[in-house]
């Protein structure tokens, strides 16, 4: 079965400082990952997902299947970035149902 | 234009009573998702309608949940005689057909909290 984690609940950092998220999955085929934000009275979003090697609002996410691992990095953090963070999994491209992981909220503190 | 909207934004419901939610997907969009969301935990998926085909129930929690969808329109998300431990966020998404390859943005609604009492 399909399952993805998130250990940080909370994530706290200064503004300017690196931010990292982890998110960390399971699942035996080839997943697709994605990020998805909620911020404040805001509707959760897609953020970016890793088929498009993006970098989005500064983000960016590789996959590393080795670790099973899709971390969501940024190099300077800023005060417009606080808000819930969702790692989440597609296990069937196309399909399109997404797992989720809790969630882990971060807070830029300026 | 809208994004997808639902309704209503807060219900509150005895236990044992029946409850609708319903959901106004982005036209256009033939696939439409409805999550749940627990207090302190992730989304949890419930139901997938693509086009004609039959819904994916796979998430459903019991038989007191089911959905229908109309065409491609609008979607409701009925719960029988609702439980303390439905209390949650439902939130729906629509997006354009998946399948065939590439998996498309989801996009989501601004969620019904439902609390039972």
Known sequence: AQRVTQPEKLLSVFKGAPVELKCNYSYSGSPELFWYVQYSRQRLQLLLRHISRESIKGFTADLNKGETSFHLKKPFAQEEDSAMYYCALSVVRGANNLFFGTGTRLTVIP | ?117
């Open chain 2, 1 to 117: 234009g809208a994004g997808v909207s639902q309704s209503p934004s807060n219900k509150v419901t005895e236990k044992g009573k029946d409850v609708e939610l319903r959901c106004d997907p982005i036209s256009g969009h033939t696939a439409l998702y409805w999550y749940r969301q627990r207090l302190g935990q992730g989304l949890e998926f419930l139901i997938y309608f693509q086009g004609n085909s039959a819904p994916d129930k796979s998430g459903l929690p019991s038989d007191r949940f089911s959905a229908e969808r109309t065409g491609e329109s609008v979607s409701t998300l009925t719960i029988q005689r609702t439980q303390q431990e439905d209390s949650a966020v439902y939130l729906c998404a629509s997006s354009f057909s998946s399948g065939g390859g590439a998996s498309y943005e989801q996009y989501f609604g601004p969620g019904t909290r439902l609390t039972v009492t």
